[in-house]
Each structure stands twice: as structure tokens, then as C-alpha cells.
């Protein structure tokens, strides 16, 4: 189901959803890499044009990017919705981006500390995700945006992608643990 909007068209159908559920939180077009997002310190959605429409395609069952786009939409407004515990969490989030960056690559899978802060911030991660589908769940069923079945693979799917690297994760820290106990018990 190859669907060609333009880039108009799809700037625009994300703007009438904004309003449809009456939030005023600005749109910006980035190449981010990432299909949409919500930036909470400047409290707007951000669009990567070329990658929600390859995104789209990449769904395990097809639906037309217009409704693929409301799902979305509606999703980084329950981020919106949820912007005082994200901007809540921007100190510990400053600190983990600095502890990343020091971190020397090839040690960070066998780093305990490191790893303990990534696992931790892919729970806070999936806590954000989950609060912000939920939060787009009431404005669907509030609003009427699309329909309940295309709203929960879409959100299936997206939560999807943030648990499978939150399980590699946990499998190298788990694995750590492990070798870790196995060392102090010989």
C-alpha cells in the first residue's frame, strides 16, 4: 500500500489533528531520523517528513499513511500531556547523556555501573511511552480520531521497538550479574 501525500499534506493533516483534540503545541519539520517526536523542552512535535512514510510501510499490517499520521499525532500530544514529569526528569536525564558520552565504548557492556544506568533509563523510557499512549488513548476516545483497532497496533508496534532494546539490554546486564556472582562465590 504505497500512498504518496505530499509534504504539504502531511504537515497538514498533523496540524488538523492538533487541533481536532484542541492542543496548541507547535510543528516543526526536522530530518531527525526519527518519524515523529516531541520535544518537551520546547513543547512541539517535530516531523521527519521521508522517515514517518517509511515508517509507515514498515507496519506489520498495513493502513493508509493519513491514519498512521492521526495515531502518531495524537501520541507525541500524550507526550504533551505529560511535559511536567518529562521536564521533572531532565536532571537525571542530563546526567545519564554525560555518563554515556564519558563511557569508553568497548567497556560499556561489562561496565556494572553503566549498565545499571541504561537499563534505568530504558524503564524510564517505556514509562514515558506507556503514560503518553494512554494519555493519546483517551484523547482518541474522547475525540474519535481513528479507530480502536488501527490505535492499538500502532501502538503495539511502537511499544514494541522500545521493550526489544530494553530486552538486548537487560540480557547483557542480566548476563554481568551473572558472572559477577559466579565470581565472588568461587
Not at 131 to 143: D, G, K, P, R
Not at 144 to 160: A, M, P, Q, R
Request: charged share 25%; aromatic share 8%.
Amino acid at each position: 500500500m504505497i500512498e504518496r501525500m505530499t509534504e504539504s499534506q502531511i504537515v497538514a493533516m498533523i496540524e488538523s489533528t492538533i487541533r481536532a483534540v484542541y492542543m496548541d503545541v507547535e510543528l516543526k519539520q526536522e530530518s531527525t531520523g526519527v518519524n515523529m517526536m516531541y520535544d518537551f523542552i520546547k513543547d512541539e512535535v517535530i516531523v521527519d517528513i521521508a522517515r514517518v512514510q517509511k515508517a509507515c510501510q514498515e507496519l506489520p499490517e498495513p493502513m493508509p499513511l493519513e491514519t498512521y499520521l492521526r495515531v502518531l499525532t495524537i501520541h507525541e500530544l500524550g507526550h504533551a500531556m505529560d511535559r511536567q514529569a518529562l521536564l521533572n526528569s531532565l536532571g537525571r536525564t542530563k546526567e545519564i547523556i554525560i555518563m554515556k558520552k564519558q563511557a569508553a565504548a568497548e567497556k560499556r557492556p561489562t561496565d556494572l555501573p553503566f549498565m545499571t544506568m541504561v537499563i534505568e533509563e530504558h524503564e524510564a523510557d517505556i514509562a514515558f511511552e506507556e503514560t503518553a499512549w494512554a494519555n493519546a488513548e483517551l484523547l482518541n476516545s474522547f475525540f474519535e480520531i481513528v479507530d480502536g483497532d488501527t490505535f492499538e497496533n500502532v501502538k503495539v508496534h511502537s511499544l514494541s521497538t522500545y521493550r526489544a532494546a530494553y530486552e538486548a539490554d537487560l540480557k547483557i546486564f542480566n548476563g554481568f550479574i551473572r558472572t559477577q556472582e559466579e565470581l565472588l562465590s568461587i
